[in-house]
């Protein structure tokens, strides 16, 4: 614990340092995702598509986020579901990015502190290491899940009594800050940035998770999420949305992805149901 709590002085301290000479204030989410983002890279259309889920399952649902860190995403959804709560094991963490602790985030071991039972549960992050899968089904019988392949890990939940409804990919945050600073803060040849591009993984992978007699009505929220978001205007974004596409992970880009040693083309965003 004593190490964590350095790292964490040690991160808080170097993020003073960058801001000094930031390009951009919205880089230091995708530099430092810890302090000021997501150990996952979002767009306001995913938040809708896990508030959609919710309200597929209850007009006034309980919702968790585990894991949810100082509350990144866990405040975009509470825009739209107001009693929505966050655990997180890090209590350092959280007091530090806030004057006062949120009681809207509960410090706590999720392998025993969710108490409650909810109508969804989001996981956007575990340790490597820590399974809390069993922990986390018990309690739900909806979850929506993130996996970083070069991160995190026991984000799939096939074998807990549920089934996948939906997935799609998202660019990982290291593929993100990767190109960041590559094309910001270092004097890269703009061929050879070009050529360092296409090594990108776009890895991130969100799970949609639901018990059987939830099934449909999960799966119809989404579908209908999908239609929607062709229409959407620009007040339907987050500011940090413009360091994505300037990246080059644009909403629906086509990517090239490894698949049983096989490249395939992919599109980020792109739901994909079972």
């Given at each position: ?14 993020l ?8 951009s ?27 959609a ?13 585990v ?41 706590t ?11 969804i549960?989001?996981v956007g ?9 069993d ?5 739900t ?45 270092t ?21 949609v ?37 300037s ?26 149901f079972?």
């Amino acid at each position: 614990m004593i190490d964590k709590v350095r790292n964490l002085e040690i991160a808080i301290e170097a993020l003073k340092k960058f801001r000094k000479y930031s390009i951009s204030p919205l880089h230091e989410r995708y530099i430092f995702p810890l302090l000021s983002g997501t150990y996952f890279s979002y767009r306001k259309l995913d938040v809708l598509r896990v508030v959609a889920i919710a309200r597929a399952i209850s007009n006034k649902p309980k919702y968790c986020d585990v894991g949810c860190g100082y509350g990144d995403f866990l405040i975009k959804i509470r825009e739209f579901i107001a009693d929505a709560i966050g655990i997180e094991n890090c209590a350092d963490l959280v007091c530090r990015s806030h004057t006062i602790k949120p009681d809207f985030i509960k410090i706590t071991d999720a392998r025993w502190g969710i108490t409650d039972r909810f109508d969804i549960i989001f996981v956007g992050w575990m340790e490597p290491g820590i399974d809390l899968r069993d922990a986390i089904a018990e309690k739900t019988d909806v979850i929506v899940s993130t996996l970083d392949q070069g991160i995190s890990l026991a984000a799939e939940f096939d074998g807990h009594g549920f089934y996948k409804v939906a997935s799609w990919r998202t660019p990982s945050w290291e593929d993100v800050n990767t190109e960041i600073m590559n094309k910001y803060y270092t004097q890269i040849h703009t061929d050879t940035l070009n050529n360092l591009s296409r090594l990108r993984g776009a890895h991130n992978l969100w799970y949609v998770y639901s018990r059987k007699q939830n099934f449909e009505r999960v799966k119809e929220s989404l579908i209908k999420s999908q239609e929607n978001e062709q229409n959407m205007g620009a007040h339907e974004r987050y500011d940090f949305e413009d360091i994505l596409d300037s990246c080059g992970f644009n909403y629906m880009e086509e990517i090239e992805t490894i698949c049983s040693r096989n490249q395939k083309l992919e599109h980020l965003w792109e739901m994909r149901f079972t």
